[in-house]
């Protein structure tokens, strides 16, 4: 009698099946998840190290007018690089605090930025008063005025012209509005003045008609002298 030969048979998890699966190729799937780890790792460092070369720089988030207070809903941030020269005279995100609530010398237009020399410390007496001055369109360049616009102002009184004030900074424009009913709010122009621009610009109000004329870019006049020269 003839025996078989026997087969031998291995136990599942033997040596041998191991190292075939040990041996076992990786699949493409195996391959791509490791490309997405190394990818994301790299991106992961480029933010990291363009976040360290940028500071985040305040700008303003609408127009804001000459005497207006800095708070921080009125900025948004923008990243400037961090090597930028001027950055010491810039409002950083994190020297915004140490500057809320000063007070703007000047208009800046939305989107400008914000720089330290635009702002002065709350009550040190340097910042400037804003009064508006109602009148006509056709008296004040057509009704063409906008925030950050130069002008002059001229009294007429007896009939006689005078420079009430000059090179006066527009800090807002009031457009007539209306109603159903008509119209409910007249067109005035509000200007940045020291006080004693305010006190000729009040009398100026009360006693004759006023003309607001556009200077931006002119020679500046002085007041002193045009009245003496007028005398």
Same mark, same amino acid.
């Given at each position: 009698?003839?025996s078989?030969?026997?087969?031998p048979?291995r136990e599942? /998890?033997?040596? *041998?099946?191991?190292?075939?699966?040990f041996?076992?190729r990786?699949?493409?799937t195996h &391959?791509l998840i490791a490309v997405?780890v190394i990818?994301?790792f790299v991106?992961?460092?480029?933010?990291l190290?363009d976040?360290?070369?940028t500071t985040?720089?305040?700008?303003a988030r609408?127009?804001?007018?000459t005497?207006?207070?800095?708070?921080? /809903?009125g900025?948004?941030?923008i990243?400037?690089?961090? %090597?930028?020269e001027a950055?010491?005279?810039?409002i950083?995100? %994190?020297?915004l605090?140490?500057?809320?609530?000063?007070?703007?010398? !000047?208009a800046i237009?939305?989107? /400008? &930025?914000? %720089?330290?020399?635009?702002?002065?410390p709350?009550g040190?007496g340097? /910042?400037?008063?804003t009064?508006s001055?109602? &009148?006509d369109?056709?008296?004040a360049?057509g009704?063409s005025? +906008?925030?950050?616009? !130069?002008?002059d +102002?001229i009294?007429v009184a %007896?009939g006689?012209?005078?420079?009430? $004030?000059t090179d006066l900074?527009v800090t807002? +424009?009031?457009a007539?509005? *209306?109603s159903g009913?008509g &119209?409910?709010?007249?067109?005035?122009?509000?200007?940045?003045?020291? $006080?004693d621009?305010a006190?000729?610009?009040?009398a100026a109000?009360d006693?004759? *008609?006023?003309?607001i +004329?556009?200077s931006?870019? $002119?020679?500046?006049?002085?007041v002193?002298?045009?009245e003496s020269d007028?005398?």
């Open positions: 009698m003839t078989n030969p026997t087969t048979i599942a /998890g033997s040596p *041998s099946s191991a190292r075939r699966r041996r076992r990786p699949s493409a &391959i997405v990818l994301a991106l992961n460092l480029l933010v190290r976040r360290s070369s985040l720089v305040a700008i609408q127009p804001l007018s005497g207006s207070v800095l708070t921080p /809903g900025v948004r941030f990243p400037v690089d961090s %090597d930028f950055l010491d005279h810039l950083t995100e %994190d020297s605090t140490s500057y809320e609530g000063w007070t703007l010398d !000047r237009p939305e989107g /400008g &930025i914000l %720089d330290t020399s635009a702002l002065v709350p040190d340097s /910042g400037l008063r009064m001055i109602p &009148i369109r056709e008296h360049a009704g005025l +906008v925030a950050g616009d !130069r002008v +102002v009294s %007896d006689i012209p005078t420079f009430v $004030a900074e807002g +424009v009031a007539e509005s *209306s009913i &119209i409910i709010a007249a067109y005035h122009v509000v200007l940045s003045v020291n $006080a621009q006190l000729a610009l009040a109000l006693s004759g *008609s006023l003309e +004329v556009r931006t870019g $002119a020679e500046t006049i002085d002193a002298r045009s007028d005398a």
